[in-house]
């Protein structure tokens, strides 16, 4: 971190579902990356409104507001679950409608990627085909992912991600974005 102004990363969350692993993994990853000395903000795709994408449709005001929400962080991490091997439609449906504006809003934070499943494969592929479309978009994107399976036994009552390796994984992302920022 090169100056004394912590960077900022915004933490975007594929899942709205109350009771979501997902979002339950991206707290326990808020408070790790504030304990290592950043500056958080969660972007909540709910608020931005965003109907199913096509083509006909007038751009809906929070595509900008969240262009610019991209823009005002230093680094962003992307916690998905994963959807029939695929990523879920929320979720590519913003990264869609955010793309008709441009890609500058790829391009500059420095991008993570995590997921959280309840069975053993961590959401290997998911992963893969969001690192794969931010990627082509054109992002930079931190070659450590944090896959978390077997949600119901990796965290602690408090929301820690205890896991082994996904622990460990977490702080190698939070090291590798705190030398790339
Ligand atoms: C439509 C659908 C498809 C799913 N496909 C997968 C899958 O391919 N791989 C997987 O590990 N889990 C899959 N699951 C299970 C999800 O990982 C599980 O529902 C998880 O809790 C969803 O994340 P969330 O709790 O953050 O909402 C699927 C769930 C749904 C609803």
Redesign the pocket.
Known sequence: MPSNTPPVIGFI???L?A?????KLEKALIKQYKRAGFKTTSINLAKYDLPLFHGDLNEPAGVKALVRKFKSCDGVVVIS??????LPPVLKNAIDWTSTTGTDHFKAPYWGIAS????P?S?I??MRQINYILTRLGAHVSPVQIGVGN?ASAFDPSGELIAEPSATLAESLIQDMRERI
């Open positions: 969350c594929g899942s579902r009771d979501s692993i997902n979002k679950p994963e959807y029939n091997g695929g959280c499943t309840p069975g494969m959401g592929m998911c949600a």
